[in-house]
C-alpha cells in the first residue's frame, strides 16, 4: 500500500513541477522580454505626444507669425501710401507713430490706418489757404479696436496733436463676443506748408 500511494503521488508531482517551470517560465520571459519592451512602448507613446503638442505649439507660432508679417506688409504698404500724400516721408512716419501711440495710450489697437479719398478727390494731397496760411490737407481713415471708454478719450485728444485735426466721419461697432468695439474714423489733417 505504501507503495501505490507514492506511485499516486508521482504523477500529481509531476504536474505540479510542469506547471510550476511553465509559470516560472513565463514570469521570466514577461520580466525578461515583455517588461521592457512595454516600458519601451509607453515610452516612445510618452515621447510621441510631446512631439505633437510642440508641433501644435510650433504650428500657432507660425500662424501668429505669419499674422503679424502680414501685419507689418500692410503696415509697410499704409506707409508708402502716407508717403504719397504727406509733404514728405518724416511727417508720415511722425504723424504715424504719434497716432499709435496716443491709440495705445488709451487701450486701443490701430487695426488700420492710411489715406483716404472722398470720390473723385486726386490721390495726392491738396492745398488751400486758410487765414492767410497755405495749408496742406491729408485726408486719413483710421480703424480702431479697444473699450469704448478708450475710443472717447482717444478723440478727445485729437485736437490737442500738434497740427489741425478734423473728424470727417465716425462708425462705430460692436466687436463680435467682447466688450469692445470698432471704430473707424475718417479725419483730414491739416498741415502748415513750408
Do not use: C
Not at 515621447?47 to 508641433?55: D, G, K, L, T
Not at 472722398?118 to 495726392?124: A, I, L, R, S, W
Not at 469704448?148 to 465716425?170: A, C, D, K, N, T
Amino acid at each position: 500500500m505504501l507503495l501505490s500511494r507514492r506511485t499516486d503521488v508521482n504523477p500529481l508531482l509531476g504536474i505540479i513541477g510542469i506547471v510550476a517551470l511553465t509559470v516560472a517560465l513565463v514570469i521570466v520571459w514577461w520580466f525578461a522580454f515583455w517588461a521592457p519592451s512595454l516600458s519601451k512602448k509607453t515610452q516612445l507613446l510618452s515621447s510621441m505626444v510631446q512631439q505633437e503638442e510642440r508641433i501644435t505649439q510650433l504650428e500657432r507660432e507660425k500662424v501668429a507669425i505669419v499674422g503679424t508679417r502680414r501685419q507689418i506688409e500692410q503696415l509697410n504698404k499704409s506707409i508708402g501710401e502716407w508717403g504719397q500724400q504727406f509733404p514728405d516721408s518724416k511727417v508720415a512716419n511722425r504723424i504715424f507713430t504719434e497716432l499709435t501711440v496716443l491709440a495705445r495710450s488709451y487701450g486701443l489697437r490701430a487695426v488700420r490706418m492710411k489715406p483716404w479719398l472722398q470720390p473723385g478727390e486726386t490721390p495726392h494731397r491738396s492745398s488751400g489757404i486758410v487765414g492767410g496760411y497755405l495749408l496742406e490737407r491729408v485726408p486719413v481713415t483710421i480703424l480702431l479696436e479697444g473699450r469704448y471708454v478708450g475710443v472717447s478719450h482717444f478723440i478727445e485728444r485729437l485736437p490737442q496733436l500738434p497740427y489741425r485735426v478734423v473728424l470727417q466721419e465716425m462708425k462705430l461697432k460692436a466687436a463680435a463676443g467682447s466688450s469692445n468695439v470698432y471704430v473707424l474714423l475718417d479725419l483730414y489733417l491739416y498741415f502748415r506748408k513750408g
